[in-house]
Nanobody, 123 residues
Framework: VQLQASGGGLVQAGGSLRLSCAAS????????MAWFRQAPGKEREFVAV????????YYADSMKGRFTASRDNAKNTVYLQMNSLKPEDTAIYFC?????????????????WGKGTQVTVSS
């Protein structure tokens, strides 16, 4: 499986961005596509995961309400809509793939990773 994240950029606080992750390879209905982020000097942090079939989504508590994960199977793409962005959301955002979806925030559950896209939120 190959993953390519895009859509990052520079945005002012309070603004929005939508990240995309294009996936290719063997993806199944019950596969999981997740978003993580890593800020400078910090550990990688789980954001959300969505089942490829779209029937389940799981968010980190701190991401609920502002971030929405979704997928478009026809385009083999998952999205992360980020609203009301804050400077502390500044990070590199990664998408990750698991052969089997689970409501898990552990990075060890994910088999493949994309290269990441930089999101910078200015105050």
């Amino acid at each position: 499986v190959q993953l390519q994240a895009s859509g990052g950029g520079l945005v002012q606080a309070g603004g929005s961005l939508r990240l995309s992750c294009a996936a290719s390879g063997r993806i199944f209905r019950d596969s999981g596509m997740a978003w993580f982020r890593q800020a400078p000097g910090k550990e990688r942090e789980f954001v959300a995961v969505v089942r490829w079939s779209g029937s389940s989504t799981y968010y980190a508590d701190s991401m609920k309400g502002r971030f929405t994960a979704s997928r478009d199977n026809a385009k083999n793409t998952v999205y992360l809509q980020m609203n009301s962005l804050k400077p502390e959301d500044t990070a590199i955002y990664f998408c990750a793939f698991s052969r089997l979806y689970s409501a898990s925030s552990s990075s060890t559950m994910y088999d493949y990773w994309g290269k990441g896209t930089q999101v910078t939120v200015s105050s």
